[in-house]
């Protein structure tokens, strides 16, 4: 039985797995991404550790059916590039592909790194294997991944699936991409408590989020979560606000593509069960009759394996 190999590559780290035709993951491991040189030393550092592995678990190039890998930036799937990738400090094209099958004599392929977590949770995760999959990750960003009727959407250049650019505010909080109110803004680990900051000025009430705030302690969406299972006032309208953009923002994903799911993952999803049924009451507030009932909301089930997993799939 030939094996793949999944690549993730992040800003901070590479992450790698070898896994079975059937997506389970045998061997796992990572290395530091090296960003110097404007990146220079990424693919190279990628191609070794591959080669360093497969000696060692006495496996071969013929043994590997092919590699897979998601990747920031705008990535060109036919030609195996990569450009704009600017936590990697790629500013020029990068011939990723053409790299990687000439140092290893392995076929590969690269798509985004969301579109591949979102093919991971489809595959090994909440999605269950479904022909239709929205995933939805809420992290430093949010990213997004859409699986319709068994395909990735990509749309014209790349740029499908941008869920964290669904405008819920019109009039909201500028976002990096140029626009006013994207969900971005407001249901990234930096929006919601971007969120608590606003709603912190106006609120008189008792609250001890109020007070970290006021005294300048360090913030995080981990910290107003915490706070609203507490039962702070305060955090209570904060990730009632958020419920509400993002169970919009789904409703509307929802309306438009009816899936059988859509999946919630990224750091922000930590918040669990607490999250989940506070976005569903809006959800079920903004979807359409008949998608209310046929589509679910579920936390996505594999961390920081989807991205691995989901790019060994890209092979298949």
């Not at 990738?85 to 004599?105: D, M, R």
């Not at 991944?145 to 650019?165: C, D, Q, R, S």
């Not at 006013?180 to 001890?208: I, K, N």
Request: aromatic share 6%; with cysteine.
């Amino acid at each position: 039985m030939k094996k793949l190999i999944g690549i993730d590559l992040g800003g901070t780290t590479v992450k790698f797995a070898i896994l079975t035709e059937e997506g389970e993951i045998q061997q796992k491991w990572s290395i530091e991404t090296d960003i110097q040189n404007e990146g220079k030393n990424i693919v190279p550092n990628i191609i070794e550790s591959i080669k360093h592995r497969l000696d060692l678990y006495g496996l071969s190039a013929d043994d590997i059916l092919g590699i897979g890998m998601g990747s920031p930036g705008t990535v060109d799937r036919e030609q195996g590039t990569v450009i704009g990738a600017f936590n990697l400090n790629w500013s020029t094209l990068q011939q990723v592909k053409q790299q990687i099958e000439e140092g290893t004599g392995i076929s590969f392929c690269i798509d985004n790194d969301a579109n591949v977590a979102a093919l991971g949770e489809r595959w090994k995760g909440a999605g269950e294997d479904g022909a239709d999959v929205v995933f939805v990750t809420l992290g430093t960003g949010v990213g997004g991944g859409i699986i319709a009727e068994g395909n990735l959407i990509h749309g014209k250049v790349g740029a499908g699936g941008e869920i964290g650019h669904i405008i819920v505010e019109p009039d909201g909080y500028q976002c990096t991409c140029g626009n006013q109110g994207c969900l971005e803004t407001v249901a990234s680990a930096t929006g919601v408590v971007r969120l608590a900051r606003d709603f912190s000025e106006r609120y008189a009430g008792e609250s001890e989020l109020k007070w970290l705030i006021d005294d300048g302690q360090e913030v995080t969406a981990k910290t107003i979560f915490d706070q609203a299972k507490k039962g702070d006032q305060l955090a209570l309208i904060v990730v009632d606000k958020f419920y509400y953009y993002l169970g919009l923002a789904c409703g509307n994903i929802g309306n438009i593509l009816n899936p059988e799911t859509i999946v919630i993952g990224g750091g922000v999803s930590a918040a669990g069960d607490m999250l989940l049924n506070g976005v569903e009451e809006y959800f079920q507030k903004f979807a359409f009759p008949t998608v209310k009932t046929s589509t679910k909301l579920k936390l996505a089930q594999l961390g920081n394996d989807a991205g691995v997993i989901g790019a060994a799939s890209l092979v298949k």
